[in-house]
């Protein structure tokens, strides 16, 4: 009984089900965690201009689109479920930044 317990709680972890997808002009905590996901994948020359303010302004929309084409996901700019997984799978083992398992979408 507790191995099947065990079972049902390991995988691959998913942020909240049901979070909005994050595009251009967003605003808030949602837009911080797709920022510092961005920092944290380092991408190229995007992510040292991107600050992280939760504001999605042109720097965000770049860095996004870029986070997409490295991680060979469909290059839209719009965090959606499976955008969202890739950054949060980013962020989650940093306890200070597991709170975004509330503001990325995911699938």
């Known amino acids: 009984m507790a191995?099947?317990?065990l079972v049902t709680v390991?995988?691959?972890a998913q942020a909240k089900p049901?979070?909005?997808n994050?595009?251009?002009g967003a605003t808030g905590q949602?837009?911080?965690c797709v920022q510092l996901a961005i920092?944290?994948?380092g991408m190229g020359t995007v992510s040292d201009r991107v600050t992280v303010d939760g504001v999605w302004g042109s720097k965000t929309q770049?860095?996004?689109?870029?986070f997409q084409e490295h991680h060979g996901i469909k290059a839209d700019g719009v965090v959606g479920p499976v955008t969202g997984q890739y950054m949060y799978e980013l962020l989650r083992d940093d306890l200070y930044h597991q709170k975004c398992y509330n503001y990325l979408p995911t699938g």
């Open 3 to 5: 191995f099947a317990a």
């Open 10 to 12: 390991s995988g691959t």
């Open 18 to 20: 049901g979070v909005a």
């Open 22 to 24: 994050l595009r251009y």
């Open 30 to 32: 949602g837009v911080r």
């Open 39 to 41: 920092q944290e994948a």
């Open 62 to 66: 770049d860095g996004v689109i870029e």
